[in-house]
């Protein structure tokens, strides 16, 4: 800002307490003293950095703009005199960290993991505690969590030989868009709490590796600032409707000029599941996080920490399979139903006219003994196999191997998402997304060629042996209850 006031280090530290609080931040300064009180996490992380440098702890957890788009233009008092600053000054130091964090250098080199697993123990060692605590939590016991990537050891695979496997074709479309090979990003939320770019590196390695992106609602930047980071990539858009519908279509708004290409509405989260390990660990102990699209902030309570729920409360938990003609009426785009846990919603999904449909429990977040994401896929195609021709199909949980998306492909899935995964590989950046991105690659096509196919055209249920979990599906629909009086043996 041309003429901007320059400000000493001398001046600054003058209005350093909660009375008077000015903070830097990327080297301008901000007068915080009225927000401070009312800031979701409470006044006490603010006032910590009162009259010093708070760039490390603001840029861990929140997008640039959320300084300068919150808070009124006179509260900006200038910029920071770095000339002021001795070269030997404690003032750039910040309060000692509650959890010392490993720096980059001290991870294993990128090139040393070799599959999703790697990545998954890195985190568990490299990451903040609550950015840990927040990414691997699931609801109560963990059953679901557990059993979505269990299940896939008890099918089988029926391979073919003696075939010319030399070339094999991995790609595939989603709602008519292209994409190398049948593997998305699913929306996860506070990418930034394990890199600074979060979702914009994911971004870009989705561009490189010609993959799609669904953006997360609660993700760390606004979505005009993801998609901007890399023009090139497939953008889809996952969607938590608002207790204020004029605000869920104001974001709708906003997502469409940004150029995603569809939106998946979430409709397994209208309350937030029990997260044990998330509520554990306090939001101070890593700083707070905020999700600007929604405008959602994680804070502690007298129930705990839990980013996940103290971050939900705006979810609308009204919204039945009548708002869906709703949605349908205030967006051009397609509609992807996310959440599906039963065969019997499927089917109400396809008479709802929707594009397509995520079947997910929410990587087992939200309801403890939900049935895992693969039993799901598979009592849709013995119960319902019509499904699959009127609408996209797609699979979210559970997938860590090329094995995994080989088998929920054989089910039918067009495509399959992964969440947990990316958000620990962002940990290294954009090249981290990329080189996790090649590696499922890998391990998909050499599936492939090992089964005896070349293309995803050809993989069908007669691929697989299901005999070891079949018994689990229910005998038919009449068993799964006709919900809401739709037929549900009508013909689609």
């Known amino acids: 800002m041309a003429g901007e006031r320059a400000l000493s280090i001398t001046e600054i530290q ?10 830097v931040v990327d080297g301008i300064v901000w007068d915080i003293t009225a927000f401070a009180p009312d800031h979701p996490g409470g006044g006490q992380i603010i006032w910590k950095y009162a009259g010093k440098d708070a760039s490390k ?15 009124d233009p006179s509260k900006r008092i200038g910029k920071l005199d770095t000339s002021s600053i001795p070269l030997d000054s404690e003032w750039l130091k910040p309060p000692p960290e509650t959890q010392p964090q490993l720096e980059v ?14 990545f998954e123990t890195v985190a568990s060692q490299t990451l903040s505690k609550k950015a840990w605590a927040f990414y691997s939590s699931a609801a109560t016991d963990l059953v679901t969590r557990d059993a979505n990537i269990s299940i896939f050891n008890r099918i089988w695979l029926r391979p073919r030989i003696l075939r010319d496997v030399t070339k094999v074709n991995t790609k595939t479309t989603m709602l008519g868009h292209p994409t190398s090979f049948p593997l998305f990003i699913s ?3 506070m990418a930034r709490l394990a890199h600074p770019e979060g979702e914009k590196a994911m971004a870009r390695a989705c561009a490189k590796q010609d993959i799609p992106q669904c953006i997360s609602t609660n993700a760390s930047f606004p979505v005009p600032q993801i998609t901007s980071a890399s023009p090139d990539t497939t953008f889809f858009f996952q969607l938590y409707v608002n207790k204020d519908r004029h605000a869920s279509l104001a974001l709708l708004r906003q997502v469409e000029a940004a150029g995603v290409k569809a939106i998946f509405v979430t409709v397994d989260a209208h309350v937030q599941g029990k997260r044990e390990a998330d509520e554990r660990v306090k939001v101070d102990a890593d700083g707070l996080a905020s999700a600007p699209n929604s405008g959602a902030s994680g804070k502690n309570d007298s129930r705990g920490g839990g980013l996940g729920r103290t971050m939900g409360g705006f979810i609308d938990p009204s919204f ?3 708002d869906l003609k ?5 967006t051009r785009l397609p509609i992807v139903v996310k959440g599906i846990m039963v065969a019997a919603d499927a089917l109400m999904a396809a008479r709802a006219g929707v594009d397509g449909i995520a079947v997910s429990n929410h990587g087992g977040r939200n309801l403890d003994g939900a049935p895992p994401a693969i039993l799901t896929l598979l009592e849709i195609r013995k119960l319902c196999p019509e499904v699959f021709e009127r609408m996209e199909v797609y699979l979210d949980g559970g997938i860590r191997r090329g094995t995994d998306m080989f088998k929920a492909l054989c089910l039918g899935a067009k495509a399959v998402g992964m969440g947990r995964p990316f958000l620990y590989a ?7 997304v990329e080189h996790l991105i090649e590696i499922m690659r890998d391990e998909f096509e050499t599936t492939m060629r090992l089964a005896g196919v070349t293309g995803v055209g050809e993989l069908h249920p007669g691929l697989l042996n299901t ?18 009086g739709l037929a549900l043996k009508a013909k689609l």
């Open 14 to 23: 003058q209005h350093a307490n909660c009375d008077d609080c000015w903070i």
């Open 57 to 71: 702890e603001y840029n861990a957890i929140h997008a640039p703009s959320i300084l300068p788009d919150n808070l």
């Open 105 to 118: 250098g001290e991870r294993p080199a990128l090139q040393t993991l070799i599959n999703s697993y790697d």
């Open 187 to 189: 929306p996860a939320a």
């Open 320 to 322: 039945s399979w009548a």
């Open 326 to 330: 709703w949605l349908r009426e205030h």
């Open 426 to 432: 962002v940990n290294y950046g954009e090249e981290g």
């Open 467 to 484: 005999l070891d979990v079949d018994h689990l599906i229910p005998k038919g629909l009449d068993a799964l209850g006709n919900t809401h």
